[in-house]
């Protein structure tokens, strides 16, 4: 196997303090972002949440000549629908599935009333017209593109994605990778111990919070993609765990003489040229999606990068870590247990001892 690093002695369990803080300093800043932007009055929510979480107004149209998906964004934006959903057909390649998210008018009440969606779906249908007028006319009323020969689109369809959909769709995604988690973590217990099990998990759980914390500084869209992105990271970040913990296994057998923090430090630096070809190579990949990717997949391709970035780094500077801390700490309470229950023998002992006076005998 290629070997990029050859006899490198990195003490990494050394600087552990250096990259929490790192973490924490990140995790406190989308908090911060998240609690400002939510209690503002006047401000934006936590998250952009899309079209699928907050509900929106979903318009089929059909083209003539069908405009790229580009193209239909542009005018989109330019007549200020800032997240569309832009969705082809795939068996009538001449129509496209447009959604847009609610008006502000709207508000995020779940409890919409008939009236009020019904007047959320004209008006978005409005929208979506005066955007798709810039590529030409609409067949109007009745007519069909085949017989209105001067119109280029003609709207065959308007629906309503409501609030309470996208409350269940948002509850299910949490639901999905709390279950995820609870599956790794009785996974790597049975496999291994349950301290390394403490420590993925918390990794897993770091990694997520901090692919959140970004999403909320910058306000990218959360959409259904970026769910699918945030399980994949999930897996991800596992998988580099299990293989140093795997290795850490292997080398406490072979030195039983070292130190916990010595074995550590020699598993990582072992595995780090898997580490690094592993992560680079789907790092590149990752990347040429959110260069190349366009707006479709932004929101995935952005999530995958920083989660598997954050992946990477946190098998080093949060799992081992906090894996060999609590075998520790479970080492001294060992210890200490064991030092407690001897001095309480002795004070047993020594208080079943009563003492003797002698009598002079008398002859």
């Known amino acids: 196997m290629l070997n990029l690093f050859q006899n490198i002695h990195i003490d990494w369990l050394g ?13 406190l800043a989308g908090l ?8 503002t009055p006047g401000g934006t929510e936590a998250f952009n949440l899309g079209v699928d979480f907050r509900g929106g107004t979903v318009v089929t149209a059909k083209f003539r000549q069908r405009p790229s998906d580009d193209e239909i964004r542009g005018a989109l934006n330019n007549a200020g629908v800032s997240d569309p959903v832009i969705q082809a057909s795939t068996d009538k390649p001449d129509e496209v599935l447009i959604k847009i998210p609610l008006l502000e008018s709207a508000g995020s009440d779940a409890a919409v009333s008939e009236q009020v969606q019904q007047e959320q779906v004209q008006s978005g249908r409005t929208i979506v017209k005066r955007a798709l007028d810039s590529f030409g006319a609409e067949a109007e ?13 003609k709207i065959v369809g308007t629906d309503s994605v409501g609030a309470i959909a996208g409350s269940q769709l948002r509850n299910q995604a949490v639901t999905a990778t709390l ?7 009785l996974f790597i217990a049975f496999r291994y111990d349950w301290t ?9 759980f770091h990694d997520v919070l901090m692919t959140l914390a970004f999403f909320s500084v910058f306000q990218w869209e959360v959409n259904l993609t970026v769910i699918a992105a945030v399980l994949t990271i999930v897996g991800f970040s596992v998988n580099d765990s299990i293989v140093i913990f795997d290795r850490i296994r292997e080398n406490m057998a072979l030195n039983r003489t070292d130190s916990l923090l010595k074995i550590t430090n020699d598993s990582i630096n072992q595995t780090l040229s898997r580490t ?6 789907v790092l590149l990949s990752v990347l040429s999606l959110v260069i190349f990717g366009g707006e479709v997949l932004r929101s995935f391709s952005l999530a995958l990068l920083v989660g598997f970035t954050l992946g990477a780094y946190s098998t080093i500077a949060i799992a081992s870590p906090i894996a060999i801390w609590w075998q520790a700490k479970l080492g001294a309470a060992k210890m200490k247990d064991s030092s407690t229950s001897s001095q309480s023998k002795e004070k047993i002992a020594s208080a079943s001892r009563r003492s003797v006076t002698r009598r002079p005998v008398t002859r």
């Open 32 to 39: 911060v972002s998240a609690l400002s932007r939510q209690y």
């Open 141 to 153: 009323g009745d007519s069909t593109l085949d017989t209105s020969t001067d119109a280029a689109y």
């Open 276 to 281: 690094v070809i592993t992560s680079g190579l």
């Open 196 to 204: 390394y099990a403490a420590g993925a998990v918390i990794a897993v």
């Open 179 to 185: 279950l995820g988690l609870v599956g790794i973590l």
């Open 15 to 27: 600087k552990r303090k250096a990259f929490i803080a790192v973490s924490i300093v990140i995790m």
